[in-house]
Each structure stands twice: as structure tokens, then as C-alpha cells.
């Protein structure tokens, strides 16, 4: 399975967004992941679908990959969908129902996951894991960037790849950068979300480069 760089534009130059997102890209990201979050389930506010929208209409072909950090999930999905994104994740504390609100992602036409935080098992993926397109590991506790990798995180990405299924990928968020983003891969990771440890830094074509040189 060819391996990802996901870039989290909660690090990107807001004040230009649609370039500096054409520009990460253009440097060799594979996709965009777009951080919602809705200060309940998390504390921090972000944006909505028209985030989403807006790169579409201005001419991100690149998927764009949806991290719901909000409660309830249901309806956001929909819209989110509508909206233009490619893949969309949520965490299960945030839905009364996992299996209906994966089931809304897949009627939507949307690749669907499921978030784990630092302290949620694994075993919310048993059951489901049938719908599952990508599983999301929480390397920092959600809702802000720039923070330090959980070391604790690496045993729990190899604990999820030996459960999941080949066929769906493994993405992990959180603190990643070219000095650690080694130890993720070998932990079985095929898909990197990279916030400012690319957006910060001041070449990210440079930056992508050494990061696919580590994985």
C-alpha cells in the first residue's frame, strides 16, 4: 500500500489559504486533512463545509480528507459530503450509533474512518470494522495543533495494524515530524497527517522530501 502524506491545513497560512494549499501539494502532499472542530467535543473552533467548498471551487483535485472533532457527527456528515470531501472521520464517543453514522458516510459516497484519541481502545473497531476504509490513531489529544507525540501511541499502531483488515489504511495525527515520522511507518502507519511540522517550516517541498525519505 503506497504511503500518504495527509497535510493538515489547521497549520496553513489562513490569510492564503487556497495558495498555500496548492502550494503544499504542489510540493509532493498527497491530500489535504481538514481539522473540524466545534469547541464541545473538543476545545478549540475551526471551520465548516464551506472550507471544504471553497478549495474545491478553487481547484484542489487533491482528496480531501475530513477529521470531524464534533458532536453530534450526523448531520455534518452530510454536509461535509456535500461539500467536496474524499474521506470523512469521526470519533465514536461523538456518535449515539457508530455503525448508522458510518453507514451515512458510505451512502454518501464518501471513504469513511474512525478516530481514536489517545485512551480510546481499539475495540471500538471489532464490530464495524466491515465499513471501515482507514482507522485514524490520535498520537496527541485533539484539538490543537502543535503538540508533542504521545510515545505511548506507537504500541497502539501496532496493536491496530495486526487487527485491521490489509485493505484499510492506518493514518496517524499528531506531532509528527521528519525526526519521528520513522518510528510511525515502521509501526505499521501507511498514512502520515502532518500539520506544522510542514506548514512551519520555511521549504515544504524540501520537507516532503526528507519525510519520504524517512518512510
Known amino acids: 500500500m503506497k504511503k500518504l502524506i495527509s497535510a493538515s491545513i489547521?497549520?496553513?497560512?489562513?490569510?492564503?489559504?487556497?495558495?498555500?494549499?496548492?502550494?503544499?501539494?504542489?510540493?509532493?502532499?498527497?491530500?489535504?486533512?481538514?481539522?473540524?472542530?466545534d469547541n464541545h467535543y473538543v476545545p478549540n473552533l475551526t471551520f465548516g463545509p464551506m472550507i471544504c467548498e471553497a478549495l474545491k471551487n478553487n481547484g484542489i483535485k487533491a482528496h480531501l480528507d475530513v477529521h470531524l472533532m464534533t458532536t453530534p457527527v450526523d448531520k455534518l456528515i452530510k454536509e461535509f459530503a456535500k461539500a467536496g470531501a474524499t474521506i470523512i472521520t469521526f470519533h465514536p464517543e461523538a456518535s449515539h450509533h457508530i455503525d448508522r453514522s458510518l453507514q451515512l458516510i458510505k451512502d454518501a459516497g464518501c471513504k469513511a474512518g474512525l478516530a481514536l484519541n489517545p485512551a480510546t481502545p481499539l475495540s471500538y473497531l471489532e464490530y464495524v470494522v466491515d465499513k471501515l476504509d482507514e482507522v485514524l490513531i490520535m498520537s496527541v489529544n485533539p484539538g490543537f495543533g502543535?503538540?508533542?507525540?504521545?510515545?505511548?501511541?506507537?504500541?497502539?499502531?501496532q496493536l491496530a495494524r495486526k487487527m485491521l483488515p490489509k485493505q484499510v489504511r492506518l493514518a496517524v495525527d499528531g506531532g509528527i515530524n521528519v525526526n519521528n515520522i520513522q518510528g510511525v511507518s515502521e509501526a505499521g502507519a501507511d498514512t502520515f497527517v502532518i500539520g506544522s511540522g510542514i506548514f512551519k517550516e520555511a521549504n515544504y517541498k524540501k520537507t516532503i522530501t526528507a519525510i519520504r525519505k524517512k518512510i
Do not use: E, P, T, Y
Open 146 to 157: 502543535g503538540q508533542k507525540f504521545i510515545d505511548s501511541s506507537l504500541k497502539k499502531i
Open 10 to 37: 489547521l497549520s496553513a497560512n489562513f490569510a492564503k489559504l487556497g495558495d498555500d494549499c496548492k502550494k503544499v501539494l504542489a510540493a509532493g502532499a498527497d491530500r489535504l486533512h481538514l481539522d473540524i472542530m
